[in-house]
């Protein structure tokens, strides 16, 4: 995921090898919150659940190994089984971009990352809707009762 530009500043000049090493050397390429495999084409059920060719069995969203036997994708009803590529990026754990120790940093997934960022992503959309609601009042009036 790119950095934002007015967030750039926050970064060290060596963030993208940082984030290499992070990523390919520390996690070997696969994702630390659920095992997915780096530039990878995944088959999943959209909750979470995708299937591990190397293991030839489901995976959870947290990497482990599902219990309960599924069919495999090719066996399963045409549409339930999504397919998506994972690009790693790399995530800082306690949200402070200032803070570069190796305990701070994780390799995440489009996946794992979004639900670690949940609540940043739900602050900003709170604030989003409250500016656009201020931005109306001051221009088109009060807005009408409903």
Request: proline residues 4%; aromatic residues 8%.
């Amino acid at each position: 995921m790119p950095i934002r530009r007015e967030h750039r500043y926050f970064y060290p000049i060596d963030w993208k090898q940082l984030s290499a090493v992070i990523r390919f050397v520390r996690a070997g390429g696969r994702c630390e919150g659920c095992g997915r495999p780096h530039l990878q084409d995944v088959q999943h059920l959209g909750d979470g659940r995708w299937w591990d060719g190397e293991a030839e069995r489901w995976r959870d969203g947290r990497g482990r190994l599902v219990r309960r036997v599924l069919p495999a994708p090719e066996k399963m009803v045409a549409g339930t089984v999504k397919v998506t590529r994972v690009v790693l990026a790399t995530a800082h754990r306690n949200h402070d971009t200032a803070d570069n120790s190796g305990v701070n940093l994780a390799a995440f997934c489009q996946r794992c990352h979004m639900l670690h960022d949940r609540t940043e992503h739900q602050r900003r959309r709170r604030l989003t809707v409250r500016a656009r609601k201020a931005i109306g009042d001051l221009f088109s009036g009060l807005y009408p009762l409903r």
